[in-house]
C-alpha cells in the first residue's frame, strides 16, 4: 500500500489556485515528500519535493506541515492543461525503493 | 528531443508468447527503472538498474527480465505472457541520490489476450 492517503479527485476553476492535500503521517525524519503529475496517457512528470521547508519552483508551491504529517501542492493559477492525476509520495534516504505511486488525486480544471 | 523514449507504445499478444520492451534515455542519468501502472492507476516499482547493475527488484515474477547494455538502455524482456501481465509499463532514470527526481518515458500499453 501507499505511504500517503489523497482525496481521489477535486475540482478547480480555471485561472484560481488548485490546494491538493496529502497526509503522510507515518513519515520518516529523513524522507523527503514528492510530487508528480500524470497528464492522461503519458508518463509521470515531476513537480516539487521537499524535506520540512516550504518550496516554490516555476510550477507549484509545496507546504509541508511543522509536524511533516501532511503537505498541500499549490498550483497557484491552474489552467485546463493542469487537469492531471497527482501523485504524493514520500521517499526512503537514497533510492525508490518500495515507492508506490497511486492512486493519487485527479484534478479537473473546469473553465 | 525525446528524454526518456520506449518502444513499442502498444504491444497486443496472446498468452504464452515473449516479448521485450525497449527503453532509452539521453539525459545522462546512472539509474533507470520499469514500474508498472495496473488498471487502478497504481503504479509500483519493478527494477531499478544503477550503472548497469541491479540495485532494486521487487517481487515480481521471474518471467520478468530486466536487461541494461549500457547504462542508456534498460530493457524488460518477459517471458510466458499472461493475462494479468496486461498494464501500461513505464520506464524511467535519475541520477542517484536523495533528492533526485525522476523522468519518465511514455509508457508502453501491454495487452494479452
Known amino acids: 500500500d501507499a505511504k500517503t492517503t489523497q482525496p481521489p479527485s477535486m475540482d478547480c476553476a480555471e485561472g484560481r489556485a488548485a490546494n491538493l492535500p496529502c497526509n503522510h503521517s507515518?513519515?520518516?525524519?529523513?524522507?523527503?515528500v514528492y510530487w508528480y503529475r500524470q497528464i492522461h496517457s503519458q508518463g509521470p512528470q515531476y513537480i516539487i519535493h521537499?524535506?520540512?521547508n516550504n518550496e516554490t519552483n516555476e510550477m507549484a508551491s509545496l507546504i509541508i506541515t511543522e509536524d511533516r504529517k501532511s503537505s498541500t501542492l499549490i498550483l497557484p493559477h491552474a489552467t485546463l492543461r493542469d487537469t492531471a492525476v497527482y501523485y504524493c509520495?514520500?521517499?526512503?534516504?537514497?533510492?525508490?525503493?518500495?515507492?508506490?505511486f497511486g492512486p493519487g488525486t485527479s484534478l479537473s480544471v473546469i473553465p | 528531443d525525446t528524454a526518456v523514449s520506449q518502444t513499442p507504445k502498444y504491444l497486443v499478444t496472446q498468452m504464452g508468447n515473449d516479448k521485450s520492451i525497449k527503453c532509452e534515455q539521453n539525459?545522462?542519468?546512472?539509474?533507470m527503472y520499469w514500474y508498472k501502472q495496473d488498471s487502478k492507476k497504481f503504479l509500483k516499482i519493478m527494477f531499478s538498474?544503477?550503472?548497469?547493475?541491479?540495485?532494486i527488484n521487487e517481487t515480481v515474477p521471474n518471467r520478468f527480465s530486466p536487461k541494461s547494455p549500457d547504462k542508456a538502455h534498460l530493457n524488460l524482456h518477459i517471458n510466458s505472457l499472461e493475462l494479468g501481465d496486461s498494464a501500461v509499463y513505464f520506464c524511467?532514470?535519475?541520477?542517484?541520490?536523495?533528492?533526485?527526481?525522476?523522468?519518465f518515458g511514455p509508457g508502453t500499453r501491454l495487452t494479452v489476450t
Open positions: 538498474y544503477n550503472n548497469k547493475e541491479l540495485i
Open positions: 524511467a532514470s535519475s541520477l542517484p541520490g536523495q533528492t533526485s527526481e525522476q523522468y
Open positions: 539525459l545522462g542519468h546512472d539509474t
Open positions: 507515518t513519515i520518516s525524519g529523513n524522507e523527503y
Open positions: 521537499g524535506l520540512k
Open positions: 509520495i514520500v521517499r526512503v534516504k537514497t533510492s525508490y525503493d518500495k515507492v508506490i
